[in-house]
C-alpha cells in the first residue's frame, strides 16, 4: 500500500545541481534502510546512497563528494542532494525502501546532464 513518488529530475548543464525528492505515503521509520539507485543507457541498475534507519550513509566511490543523501522524518521524504553534475551522471534514478518483508521502488525520474 505504501507508495513512493520521486520528484526533481531534469535537464542540467554540467557543474549544475539537482534535488531528488522520494516521499512515501506513509512512515519511513519501518524501513532498515533507504537508498537511491540509477540505471544508466545499456547499463545495469545500480546503488548511488543509501541511508540506514540510524543515519548511517554509505555512497558509492564516483558520487563520493557530489551527491548528499538525506532524510526528513517528519516528512516520510527521502532527498539526494546532486552537485557538481557531469554527463557521465545521466540516467534514471530510482528511490527504494526496504526491510524483512518488501523492498519498494519509485517511479524513476530521469536525469540529464548535458556538455
Known amino acids: 500500500q505504501l507508495q513512493l513518488v520521486e520528484s526533481g529530475g531534469g535537464l542540467v548543464q554540467a557543474g549544475g545541481s ?12 519501518s524501513f532498515t ?3 537511491w539507485y540509477r540505471q544508466a543507457p545499456g547499463k545495469q541498475r545500480e546503488l548511488v546512497a543509501s541511508i540506514t534507519r540510524g543515519g548511517y550513509t554509505n555512497y558509492v566511490d564516483s558520487v563520493k ?3 548528499t543523501i538525506s532524510r526528513d522524518n517528519a516528512k516520510n521524504t527521502v532527498y539526494l542532494q546532486m552537485n557538481n ?5 545521466t540516467a534514471v ?23
Not at 18 to 29: M, N
Not at 85 to 89: A, G, V, Y
Not at 93 to 115: F, K
Open 85 to 89: 553534475l557531469k554527463p557521465e551522471h
Open 33 to 35: 534502510a533507504m537508498g
Open 18 to 29: 539537482l534535488r531528488l525528492s522520494c516521499a512515501a505515503s506513509g512512515s519511513i521509520l
Open 65 to 67: 563528494g557530489r551527491f
Open 93 to 115: 534514478y530510482y528511490c527504494n525502501v526496504y526491510n524483512d518483508y518488501v523492498s519498494l521502488w519509485g517511479q524513476g525520474t530521469q536525469v540529464t546532464v548535458s556538455s
